[in-house]
Nanobody, 115 residues
Framework: QVQLVESGGGLVQAGGSLRLACAAS????????MGWYRQAPGKERELVAR???????NYADSVKGRFTISRDNAGSTVDLQMNSLKPEDTAIYYC?????????WGQGTQVTVSS
């Protein structure tokens, strides 16, 4: 059974930093594309950052230069370092694991950025 458990969310002032972590219980973690998505109130869930099995990354335009995604295949974890946070980054952040038709989600962690 696949489990994704996020941690690291919280309340931070604008300009501050947070680091989100996702611990995955997945067989052969290293072959999955891992991602972070977010959903703000009244908005659709959107991709924040993604990292493939070979380490290629892509980011939403809104977070480029501020957020960094990384993975540790030995530890089956994927992190999201978030710097220079803005109030518009406020959302629930979800960890995602994807391999072909297999798509898994964590329960989410709240990030709130105050102005």
């Amino acid at each position: 059974q696949v489990q994704l458990v996020e941690s690291g969310g919280g309340l931070v002032q604008a300009g501050g930093s947070l680091r989100l972590a996702c611990a995955a219980s997945i067989s052969i973690f290293r072959i999955y594309t891992m991602g972070w998505y977010r959903q703000a109130p009244g908005k659709e869930r959107e991709l924040v950052a993604r990292i493939t099995s070979v380490g290629s990354t892509n980011y939403a335009d809104s977070v480029k230069g501020r957020f960094t995604i990384s993975r540790d295949n030995a530890g089956s974890t994927v992190d999201l370092q978030m710097n220079s946070l803005k109030p518009e980054d406020t959302a629930i952040y979800y960890c995602n694991a994807n391999l072909l038709s297999n798509n898994y989600w964590g329960q989410g962690t709240q990030v709130t950025v105050s102005s």
